[in-house]
């Protein structure tokens, strides 16, 4: 008997879809604004550069579980910027991007076939990825009543959401880690974004004591220096929380030789001990943000969520769908993400991010002005 091609059942990867539309922005003639993407373009912080740099003779096997200096950079940081407390170095787990985590750890932690995968309603898609490749079932729910009385093996937060921006208010995620505890399921929260807030309620780790109780038991918390440091080249993140978890997942990522590469662990641990940089990089998305909003809004786009991360989720009153949106900014020459990407909820939105250069948020600007 074949076996069913792993590729099978897996979703359609989404970013293929808009090969065609990619091109007719390129043909623009003062050339594509590609808002489609959160990729940074700003340079990587000399602190972090430099890091690397004095790391580069690196001959020997890096270990699994991380070098001490970067776990107690990853606590530090957690303490200093996000009030989280009691939390020690076999609390951290650093891991090659948030991504590769993300989509492997309910397979990693044992969650298969007959087990249920939580993840919000308008969601990344990486959750439902990682949930089909361990053959567990998953729903796309941002309520708890809708599991009924069956108990998801693993729930997913996301807060700061990518795509919305939306900020989940303490006393929410309070109840979300009370209702988990409660059912013995795993609660993993994706703050990859956390440090990307702009306007409302202040985004509030699960690992906070004020939501975890002082206890993270149950809990895992998911953080990316992708956004933070401009970082996404180097893959650099990490999963910190219950210490019994990580010990399980220690114990299958160095089986597989899942290892951050020692240069990459000494630049994220200068990434997080310095907080001036990502200050300045915080204000320089602040106000790309500010000018493109404020265009979308003037160009007869509302702006919905949006209090955090990297995107406007945007819509247009009387557009039938979101690919109707995409091919209005498509004509102009800006590529944007249709939020049927983000599932079925999404359908009326797209989400355009602010990580391009100021010169390239200047003509989408002109565009949509004109």
């Known amino acids: 008997m074949t076996s069913r091609p792993v590729s099978g059942r897996l979703p359609d990867f989404p970013w293929d879809q808009l ?3 990619a091109a007719t922005a390129r043909a623009h003639p003062d050339g594509i604004v590609d808002l ?20 580069a003779d690196a001959p020997g096997y890096p270990t699994t579980l991380g070098l001490p200096e970067t776990r107690q950079a990853a606590v530090d ?11 020690g170095l076999d609390g951290v787990l650093p891991v090659i991007g948030s991504k590769e985590l993300i989509a492997s750890l309910p397979g990693h932690l044992g ?3 007959g087990d249920l995968v939580g993840y919000p309603e308008v969601a990344y898609p990486t959750y439902e990825v990682g949930a089909a490749l361990c053959g567990a079932r998953a729903i796309a729910t941002d309520s708890l009543t809708a599991f009924g009385p069956e108990v998801p ?39 990859c974004y956390v440090e990307c807030a702009w306007e409302g309620e202040q985004p509030v ?3 906070h004591p004020e939501v975890s109780g002082g206890s993270h038991e149950g809990i895992l918390a998911v953080h990316s220096l992708s956004k933070r440091s401009n970082l996404a080249g180097y893959r650099c993140a990490f999963v910190a929380g219950d210490t019994e978890v990580l010990a399980e ?11 951050m590469p020692t240069p990459q662990q000494r630049a994220m641990a200068a990434a997080l001990d310095d907080d001036d940089h990502a200050v300045a990089q915080h204000a320089t998305y602040a106000a790309r943000r500010a000018v493109l909003r404020e265009a979308l809004e003037r160009a007869g786009f509302r702006v919905d969520h949006s209090e955090a991360s ?12 979101c690919w109707e949106l995409v091919r209005w900014f498509t004509d102009r020459g800006i590529l944007v993400a249709p939020g049927s990407f983000y599932g079925r909820a999404g359908r009326s939105h797209v989400r355009i991010a602010f990580t391009a250069t100021d010169e390239r948020v200047g003509a989408a600007v002109a565009r949509l002005a004109g």
């Not at 940081?77 to 939390?87: F, I, K, P, Q, S």
């Open 310 to 321: 990297l995107y406007l989720w945007t819509t247009r009153e009387g557009a039938s769908d």
């Open 19 to 21: 090969t065609a539309y």
């Open 205 to 207: 780790s699960v690992l």
């Open 111 to 113: 969650v298969g076939e």
């Open 249 to 259: 997942l220690l114990a299958v990522r160095k089986n597989l030789g899942l290892m």
């Open 77 to 87: 940081w957690l303490a200093r910027r996000h009030g989280v407390t009691g939390l």
């Open 153 to 191: 093996a693993l729930l997913w937060l996301n807060s700061p959401s990518n795509p919305t921006g939306r900020v989940l208010p303490l006393d929410h995620l309070r109840k979300v880690v009370e209702w988990c505890r409660e059912r013995g399921t795993l609660l993993v929260s994706d703050e």
């Open 36 to 55: 489609s993407v959160g990729t940074p373009v700003d340079p990587t912080p000399l602190v972090v550069q430099d890091a690397l740099r004095a790391a």
